[in-house]
T-cell receptor
Framework: KQEVTQIPAALSVPEGENLVLNCSFT??????LQWFRQDPGKGLTSLLL?????REQTSGRLNASLDKSSGRSTLYIAASQPGDSATYLC???????????FGKGTKLTVNP | EPEVTQTPSHQVTQMGQEVILRCVPI?????FYWYRQILGQKVEFLVS????????KSEIFDDQFSVERPDGSNFTLKIRSTKLEDSAMYFC????????????FGPGTRLTVL
């Protein structure tokens, strides 16, 4: 079964802390791995996309890495801010398929 | 910045009724998707649509579901006879270039089946 797992399910940190969110997937034949942000009652906002040939992508305070051999991706958030509070979802796209398979997400709370 | 829009934001219906959820994808995008998220659960793929036909569908997408791009701008999801378990947030997404782009998601339609 094509599973994507995210740990932890929830994380609460003080403002300013650096943090890492984890994502693991069972099928290494991925096409790309994507990280999204979901605010309560809202849609999904794309944060970073890592192609299977890449090891990492960076955007501002966010850095995502991909290790296909171990089936893992991490999202690193530097100097967290209260505005970063949201649920972070990872999703993988498998070669030969158009569907994104999502993890359940990590709910992040950054406390002022 | 262009965005995917969805209407209505919230739809309440009685079990057995038909509903149509509407989406306007980003104008130069070629690939279109519907996903759903039952409260507290993962976002799940329903269907993808390219070149005016379904290109992939999940096991969830049975004969009760259909999609259409009636006029070159709208993309609709129809549920013919709603069930209680169809209550969920339904997201539309669109994509320009399958090889390099991410899917852009709309804000969702919350469907409540009573």
């Amino acid at each position: 079964k094509q599973e994507v797992t995210q740990i932890p399910a929830a994380l609460s940190v003080p403002e300013g802390e650096n943090l890492v969110l984890n994502c693991s997937f069972t099928d290494s034949a991925i096409y790309n791995l994507q990280w999204f942000r979901q605010d309560p009652g809202k849609g999904l906002t794309s944060l970073l996309l890592i192609q299977s040939s890449q090891r990492e992508q960076t955007s501002g305070r966010l850095n995502a890495s991909l290790d296909k051999s171990s089936g893992r991706s991490t999202l690193y958030i530097a100097a967290s801010q209260p505005g970063d509070s949201a649920t972070y979802l990872c999703a993988r796209l498998k070669g030969g398929s158009e569907k994104l398979v999502f993890g359940k997400g990590t709910k992040l709370t950054v406390n002022p | 910045e262009p965005e995917v829009t969805q209407t209505p934001s919230h739809q309440v219906t009685q079990m057995g009724q038909e509903v149509i959820l509407r989406c306007v994808p980003i104008s130069n995008h070629l690939y279109f998707y519907w996903y759903r998220q039952i409260l507290g659960q993962k976002v799940e793929f329903l269907v993808s649509f390219y070149n005016n036909e379904i290109s992939e569908k999940s096991e969830i997408f049975d004969d009760q579901f259909s999609v259409e791009r009636p006029d070159g701008s709208n993309f609709t999801l129809k549920i013919r006879s709603t069930k209680l378990e169809d209550s969920a947030m339904y997201f539309c997404a669109s994509l320009r270039d399958f090889l390099i782009d991410t899917q852009y998601f709309g804000p969702g339609t919350r469907l409540t089946v009573l």
